[in-house]
């Protein structure tokens, strides 16, 4: 397995991790859902294995899995496993594959993390527990609970307006002193609180932005990386603009994000993974953009938005 390149970061719907990177890079790589191949009535084995080559063969550093950007919450348990298995198949070991969490009781998690002990995973994206709001300690109680069941590494997931409660900072630092707990996807939608945190965290801690049309920005103020839905587009790319800001070609990386911050912004100009879905499927790399209720197809007018924007990229990289 490759070590990943230093600037790039734990990285939606999917980046780098393996059994032998050691904690301080474990996070350090520019991750790429894989789980969005899920057509309605049946996974797309198919589909899901022409993905994950695709993004074998590119600039990612790794994959995660059955996370929330993609579909994972519609899959049953039987399909993830899967999932896991086909991804692994693909990459056979060339790509650390990490599988997405997300739960409110923690003794559920607690036995997932039991059942998928033996998969062929470097380790776990969890995000907050949701809707029931936990208190600080709680959050700290319910994550450490998590680690201490788990030999795997462990990204912690901090979105509070999905979840409905936030991961302090304060308590982001208490859990970096676990082992396994190697890392933080931020979304946390505070400028201040995600500068704080990079300021304050502890060396060897990846900070792993998951706010798509703020990456630039953050890579700027020091994250290392992004867990992204908008690179699984052009992976390439958001790939350059990472070692651009690592080598202090500012004035180039901001050039590159120049070029990527509308497509950034259109993939989520609809309910996501819909938009991904439409440009992965224009890209040939699944057979069908179709979805599991609740989410539905892109309207006509966006699918025309993007359709434009894919033949004037393609136009420009000829």
């Known amino acids: 397995m490759s070590t990943p390149r230093p600037c790039r970061s734990l990285g939606n719907g999917s980046g780098t991790y393996g059994q032998d990177i050691d904690a301080s890079s474990a996070a350090r790589g520019h991750l790429v859902a894989a789980g969005d191949a899920v057509p309605r009535r049946r996974a797309d084995d198919a589909s899901l294995a022409r993905l994950t080559a695709h993004y074998r063969d590119s600039a990612v550093d790794g994959i995660v899995l059955a996370a929330t950007t993609g579909e994972g919450l519609t899959l049953t348990e039987e399909e993830i496993e899967r999932l896991v298995a ?67 590494r462990i990204v912690l997931y901090n979105i509070p307006y999905r979840t409905g409660v936030n991961l302090a900072n304060e308590t982001v630092f208490r859990l970096a002193e676990l082992a396994n707990i190697v890392g933080v996807k931020d979304c946390c939608a505070d400028a201040a609180q995600s500068f704080d945190l990079l300021r304050g965290r502890p060396p060897g801690f990846a900070v792993l932005t998951g706010e798509d049309a703020s990456f630039y920005g953050a890579l700027a103020q020091g994250a290392d990386g992004g867990i992204l839905a908008s690179a699984h587009a052009d992976p390439a790319a958001f790939a350059a603009l990472c070692d651009a800001v690592l080598s202090g070609d500012r004035s180039g990386a901001l050039a590159r994000w120049g070029e990527l911050v509308a497509l950034a912004r259109l993939l989520f100009a609809e309910p996501s993974p819909a938009p991904i879905k439409h440009w992965l499927w224009r890209m040939g790399l699944i057979d069908s953009p179709e979805l599991r209720l609740p989410m539905t197809a892109i309207s006509p007018e966006l699918a025309g938005r993007l359709d434009r924007l894919f033949r004037a990229r393609r136009t420009a990289a000829a």
């Open 86 to 152: 086909t991804v692994a198949a693909t990459l056979e070991g060339d790509r650390p594959l990490y599988l997405g969490l997300c739960g409110s009781d923690t003794r559920r998690l607690t036995q997932r993390l039991a059942a998928t002990a033996t998969w062929p995973i470097a380790g776990y994206l969890i995000a907050c527990p949701y809707y029931t709001r936990p208190s600080q300690e709680g959050l700290r109680r319910h994550f450490t609970a998590l680690a201490e069941h788990t030999d795997k």
